[in-house]
């Protein structure tokens, strides 16, 4: 990425990962040396904001990043706006904005003077983007791959960007549906796919064992619940769906294969317990992030719950 010709950027949206890389790029596109100074939105004042974004005595490039500028009062935004209307040469300003909390109306102005620079992605663009990001690594994976990667790991941005890479560099880019399974059941020999197919069609003693034995061999609990979650997301966005398996999968960013896998194992279940699933995945999702709780009693725990509701 060049040098940008606009010094004031906007980087909107709630995924985490993907504000935060687009950070990393707009900050190298400064140039390289660029003095960085990391702000959060309700600290800024004018004062602030004016000795934060002054040209440097030493005609260094300097970048000024604003964090959570959606929780921001009205008086420190109101500074900011004012701020990106007359930047000084050398200086590059970023604005992380969520697009929500009590600054959402602000977004429409922001918009005005910032280059924007789109933080979100949809359920639907995630195979692309998982696609997209071997490609960046010079990987071209078929289809497949792609959903092989997102039903083991499950669909968080940095934990997907993260398995790429370390696919790419332990399989030297040769990459197939048998290697991702491979890598992902790895030393654990059970992996959360496994656990989540068996917990979906009701093997409970099955699920059980499985996920005690990945546990013991240092399967991580968080790893375990992304799977379950993935997979229960899955049979409740097909619950009860008929349709062609291709076209339902072009309409729901999902590979046709696991389409018509999860839409067979989605008539087993009954609406209520697709809720009650729902439920639960949600609550251990808290619970393995440290919400409360002993992780792998939860996970345990959600397992079988979610294996006797079918």
Same mark, same amino acid.
């Given at each position: 990425?060049?040098?940008?010709?606009?010094?004031?950027?906007?980087?909107?949206?709630?995924?985490?990962?993907?504000?935060?890389?687009?950070? #990393?790029?707009? /900050?190298?596109?400064?140039?390289?040396?660029?003095?960085?100074?990391?702000?959060?939105?309700?600290?800024?004042?004018?004062?602030?904001?004016?000795?934060?974004?002054?040209?440097?005595?030493?005609?260094?490039?300097?970048?000024?990043?604003?964090? #959570?500028?959606?929780?921001?009062?009205?008086?420190?935004?109101?500074? @900011?706006?004012?701020?990106?209307?007359?930047?000084?040469?050398?200086?590059?300003?970023?604005?992380?904005?969520?697009?929500?909390?009590?600054?959402?109306?602000?977004?429409? #102005?922001?918009?005005?003077?910032?280059?924007?620079?789109?933080?979100? /992605?949809?359920?639907?663009?995630?195979?692309?983007?998982?696609?997209?990001?071997?490609?960046?690594?010079?990987?071209?994976?078929?289809?497949?791959?792609?959903?092989?990667?997102?039903?083991?790991?499950?669909? !968080? @941005?940095?934990?997907?960007?993260?398995?790429?890479?370390? @696919?790419?560099?332990?399989?030297?880019?040769?990459?197939?549906?048998?290697?991702?399974?491979?890598?992902?059941?790895?030393?654990?020999?059970?992996?959360?796919? !496994?656990?989540?197919?068996?917990?979906?069609?009701?093997?409970?003693?099955?699920?059980?064992?499985?996920?005690?034995?990945?546990?013991?061999?240092?399967?991580?609990?968080?790893? /375990?619940?992304?799977?379950?979650?993935?997979?229960?997301?899955?049979?409740? #966005?097909?619950?009860?769906?008929?349709?062609?398996?291709?076209?339902?999968?072009?309409?729901?960013?999902?590979?046709?294969?696991?389409?018509?896998?999860?839409?067979?194992?989605?008539?087993?279940?009954?609406?209520?317990?697709?809720?009650?699933?729902?439920?639960?995945?949600?609550? @251990?999702?808290?619970?393995?992030?440290?919400?409360?709780?002993?992780?792998?009693?939860?996970?345990?725990?959600?397992?079988?719950?979610?294996?006797?509701?079918?």
């Amino acid at each position: 990425m060049g040098r940008m010709l606009n010094p004031v950027h906007l980087v909107l949206g709630d995924e985490e990962f993907l504000a935060e890389r687009l950070t #990393k790029q707009i /900050i190298q596109s400064a140039g390289p040396g660029a003095e960085v100074t990391t702000m959060r939105a309700s600290e800024v004042t004018r004062d602030a904001i004016a000795m934060a974004a002054s040209p440097s005595l030493f005609a260094e490039d300097r970048v000024v990043v604003v964090e #959570k500028t959606e929780l921001a009062g009205k008086d420190a935004t109101d500074a @900011l706006l004012k701020s990106c209307v007359d930047v000084a040469p050398g200086v590059t300003l970023i604005i992380q904005h969520t697009g929500g909390g009590r600054q959402k109306a602000m977004v429409g #102005k922001f918009k005005k003077v910032a280059e924007v620079h789109e933080a979100t /992605i949809d359920d639907r663009d995630r195979h692309a983007w998982v696609t997209a990001e071997f490609r960046s690594h010079g990987v071209r994976p078929t289809p497949d791959v792609a959903a092989a990667l997102m039903e083991s790991v499950g669909s !968080d @941005l940095r934990e997907l960007a993260s398995a790429v890479s370390q @696919l790419v560099a332990d399989t030297e880019g040769d990459i197939t549906v048998a290697s991702v399974r491979d890598y992902y059941t790895g030393v654990a020999e059970v992996e959360g796919f !496994d656990i989540a197919d068996e917990a979906v069609t009701g093997r409970v003693d099955r699920a059980l064992a499985s996920t005690r034995r990945a546990l013991q061999l240092g399967t991580s609990p968080v790893a /375990i619940a992304a799977a379950l979650g993935h997979k229960v997301g899955d049979v409740a #966005k097909l619950y009860g769906v008929r349709g062609n398996p291709n076209q339902l999968a072009g309409e729901l960013g999902m590979h046709p294969f696991v389409v018509r896998k999860t839409m067979q194992v989605a008539r087993q279940w009954s609406g209520d317990a697709v809720s009650e699933a729902v439920i639960i995945v949600a609550d @251990l999702d808290a619970e393995v992030k440290g919400n409360g709780g002993e992780a792998e009693f939860a996970v345990e725990n959600a397992v079988r719950r979610i294996a006797e509701l079918v």
